[in-house]
Nanobody, 116 residues
């Protein structure tokens, strides 16, 4: 059973940076797909950034050029580097993974607040 946990969130001023970490336990795993989503109050969960084991990347237009998804040498860890943060980035951020067999799992989410 995959257990995902996000870390690295918190409060940051506009223009600042944060790096979110997603760590999977219960493995080792070989993920085909890794991604980050976010959800703001009153809105649906939305894709932020994704990558595959073949290094194919997808970013939401709102974060292109500012956010970067990457994985660690440890196959159970990946990141979301967030630079030049804006108040509009305030949300609960979720990490998700999908195995080659198609199993998807989600973390519980972590708050990111961008405010002066």
């Amino acid at each position: 059973q995959v257990h995902l946990m996000e870390s690295g969130g918190g409060l940051v001023q506009p223009g600042g940076s944060l790096r979110l970490t997603c760590k999977a336990s219960g493995g080792p795993f070989a993920f085909y797909f890794m991604g980050w989503y976010r959800q703001s109050p009153g809105k649906q969960r939305k894709l932020v950034a994704t990558m595959t084991s073949g290094d194919m990347f997808t970013y939401d237009d709102d974060v292109k050029g500012r956010f970067t998804i990457s994985r660690d040498d440890d196959p159970n860890i990946f990141y979301l580097q967030m630079d030049r943060l804006k108040p509009e980035d305030t949300a609960v951020y979720f990490c998700t993974t999908t195995t080659a067999s198609g199993r998807s799992d989600w973390g519980r989410g972590i708050q990111v607040t961008v405010s002066a």
